[in-house]
Structure formats: C-alpha cells, structure tokens
C-alpha cells in the first residue's frame, strides 16, 4: 500500500468550507438567498453608501455581476440607491425589509454554528483562537 499524502491545511480547509458552505446555502435558500447575495447584502449593510466598484472589490466579483445582484435587490426592496440615475455616483443602503431579511439569515448562521459548535467543540475554539490572533495581527 501506498502512504497516504502529507497532511495540507488548505486541502483540509478547503474540504471543510465546501461542507459549511452547503450546509449555509441549504439554510439560506428559504430566504431567497445565495451565500453571494448574502455576502453582498451584508457589505452594502457594513458599509452604507458603498460604490459598485468597491462592493465588486469586496466580494470579489465582477462590477457586472454586481449591477445584476443590486438591482434585483432594488427591485424587492432590500436596498435603496438613493441616486440610481446615469452618470450619478451610487448611494447603496440596505432598507428596512433588508434588515430584516439579515436579521432572519443572522439565525440560520446562528443555528449552523451551535450545531457545529456541539459537534466539533475542539475545532470551534481553535478556529475561535486562531481568528482572534490573525485580528490582532492586522491591527
């Protein structure tokens, strides 16, 4: 038999996140919502006012995809582009019928953690740790 590969934390990693990120969109699809349109509701939310340009630099997207995600947004009601007229820079602003919609998603990422939490108590708090240290490095 051939030995197995050496350990790779990116493959671990990577391997991990595919799980947690099923697990996050089966959770957010009820809402209406994809991991990205989540992602990009909650930076217009951080960051009010917010460029198209900046929100693709952010989410790591084309300023094209962007457009399309907003304007569906827009288009029911979870943000308002307060200067949504050609050749205007745009003021992005998550509303009120958005805030709620991050509110309920906010609880299925809550569910998700305390069930992960319970069944991987160790890995938890060394994500929990390690989070912490890289926060502090950056600061």
Known sequence: MSEPPPFSPTVALLTVGRGWEAALAEGLKPLGLTTRKYGLLGHVRAAPGI????????????????????????????????TAHAGAASSLRVTREGEALLARAAEVVARLDAEFAVRHPELTEALRAQTARAAARTT
Do not use: C
């Open 51 to 82: 460029s198209f340009s900046e929100l693709a630099r952010r989410s790591r997207i084309t300023v094209q995809s962007v457009h399309s995600a907003v304007a569906a947004f827009v288009a029911a009601k979870l943000v308002d582009d307060g």
